[in-house]
């Protein structure tokens, strides 16, 4: 598996070990898409894939959900579409997801519906009859109210949401959003220990941090191929230069043009730093047919060519600025002997580059990370340092801080670090969301 996104590295780590039926859309979009899914098996999961018919799919995804409800999540307001057209696909695309996924159903299946694409999908199946159980997790941010507003169909989107038995969120903030929002806008009451009373319905609505495959990812880190691509890199890094990362999507929300910003700043006032340090930023291509990820990667470009030209010498390049995806493997092997790593997002639901640059490390000699106060790990990780990714001068400051970190104070911060990232893991955000999914909620809301 080698795509470039949290979702599916998230759900195929839990999957793995439960096995259960994975249902989505295959990748393909041709102009007449077959009328059921094409289903197969690998080690313990059974894939259901359906195509999207070429004409839709440009609304459902780059429209509707990539540049409306991406970007309104996120709280980009300056970035959001609202087209009627994307709207009436994405709802289109979802009732055949729904009629597609429903011969595939047995009485007690218990269905979990994964992020922003498929609100309404739960919906739909309730209208085909199904009662079982169904839980949805969202994988970004739920906006503040007063943003979600903003959008043409939110009280319809919500009461997608309520057709759920269980909503999952990130964080205790997205939860209270949610929240805020129904018992505001629509009437909804809240109840004990997440129960929600809303058009007509009772569910459950909690937080659910999702985790990473802690002792995947630290074998992959200690993988030849790891080694391999490591070495590489410190051929490249002669008298004990060090190596700075960042890696992350190519896209608006994650800080990327911030965070060279706060290298530019550090290069200024810190000089002993310059030829000391080397940046890497790897950043994987996404979303290209959506014009906001063009512009980005515009001004990204730019301003490694500026940062390079001001600093460069004849033997030091302060940025290594790389537009494509590397296997698992390899980012690991390259978080594994970085002495820094920079996870400095806007807004981002979770973020789990930072927690797989913490399993990553060596623990004899471990690397700091700097993280943005708006990543939702941030209330997850303990030990990291944070900072504020619109405060240039502070991040600059801590980078520096970072770079110069005593062995002593770096093993201890690891140590916490590590300790949350585990007791946050995958299988316990799994579990913790089945386990509520597979029981009736026992509060009552009066
Ligand atoms: C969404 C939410 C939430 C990155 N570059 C490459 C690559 N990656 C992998 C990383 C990591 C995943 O992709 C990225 O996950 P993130 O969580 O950092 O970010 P999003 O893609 O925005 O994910 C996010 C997540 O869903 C899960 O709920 O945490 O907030 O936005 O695993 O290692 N993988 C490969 N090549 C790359 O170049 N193979």
Redesign the pocket.
Known sequence: M??????A??VHAALRETGGVWFGWSGDTPAEPADEPRVFRTGKVTYGLIDIKDTDFEAFYGGFSNRTLWPLFHHRIDLTSFEHQWYATYRRVNRRFAELLLPLLEDDDVIWIH?YQLIPMAAELRRMGVKGRIGFFL??PFPAPDIYVTLPWHRQLAVDLCAHDVVGF?TGGDLRQFQLYLESEVGGRIGADGAIAAFGRELKAGAYP?G?DVDDVISMARSPEAKRQADRVKATLPGGRKLMIG???L?Y??GILERLRAFEKMLQDYPSQRRGVVMLQ?S?PSREDVPEYLDMRQQVELMTGHLNGAYSESDWVPLRYIN?????RA?TGFFRMSALCLVT?LR???????E?FVAAQDEADPGVLVLSRF???AGIIDGALIVNPYDTHHMADTLHAGLEMPIEERRERWQRMMRTVRRHDIDAWRDRFLADLKIRPVATIH
């Not at 494509?324 to 698992?328: A, D, H, I, Q």
């Not at 981002?348 to 930072?354: F, H, I, P, R, T």
């Open positions: 080698s795509s470039a996104g949290g979702l590295v998230g992020d994988h970004i990130q999702i990473i890696v992350d999507r896209d929300t994650k790897i994987a494509r995806s590397f296997s698992r980012l997002p981002d639901g979770m973020n789990l580059v930072a797989e990543a939702g790990c």
